[in-house]
């Protein structure tokens, strides 16, 4: 083949990469959550085939006995932490609120530029641990369930979905974004495993179908 031509088609080759990635990059979310990764689908599966199954009680249930949004580090709460972990270009001021960023919630798919507008979801509501079992727990368990930075328990997302979730489990709420759900279910299933939680029977039916196709 002419060098001429061979130079025309990796001109044309570059120019066609140079052209997918940027539409790539236009379409892409300009934040992306950061939640720690989940365990596979299988081992979700394993883990779930051992949890308890049984009814759940919310007697004596308050938020208040799950200390929460305790101090990490310096003046950075939990939340905060939080936010800087899942956003973009996140700027915090000497109190470490944060100022000005990007977030995206992987929920609902929607990005936000102010913090107001998110909300840090407890992935198992406190109220389901409590139902679950951490009624016999510690405050001090609590405290370190509610602020879990390591297991995929805390995420950044829009408020009002957080809020419309409230303490449901995935039998009767999930994440509109589908695409998001398998990683949703997985996570709930390490977390309550590694808690020692139970689930109860529509819980883990639910459980079991999305986990199916994971």
């Known amino acids: 083949m002419p060098r001429f031509y061979a130079r025309r088609r990796l001109g044309v080759a570059a120019a066609a990469t140079a052209l997918i990635s940027s539409v790539a990059l236009f379409s892409a979310p300009t934040a992306s959550a950061a939640l720690p990764t989940p365990v596979s689908g299988a081992t979700a599966r394993s883990y779930l085939a051992t949890l308890t199954v049984a009814t759940e009680d919310r007697t004596g249930y308050n938020r208040d006995l799950f200390p929460h949004w305790i101090t990490q580090s310096g003046t950075c709460n939990t939340r905060e932490v939080v936010l800087k972990r899942d956003g973009t270009n996140v700027v915090q001021d000497s109190s470490c609120a944060a100022t000005s960023g990007s977030w995206y919630s992987p929920y609902d798919g929607a990005t936000w530029s102010a913090a107001s507008d998110v909300d840090i979801d407890h992935l198992v509501p406190l109220a389901e641990a409590w139902d679950s079992g ?77 986990l199916a196709s994971c």
């Open 134 to 210: 951490a009624d016999s727990w510690t405050t001090s368990r609590r405290q370190s369930f509610a602020n879990d930075l390591t297991r995929p328990q805390l995420i950044a997302v829009t408020d009002n979905v957080n809020q419309a979730k409230g303490d449901q489990d995935p039998a009767t709420w999930m994440p509109s974004r589908t695409a998001y759900r398998c990683t949703y279910v997985r996570a709930w299933v390490q977390v309550k495993y590694y808690y020692d939680l139970s689930v109860d029977p529509a819980e883990k039916s639910a459980l079991q179908n999305y």
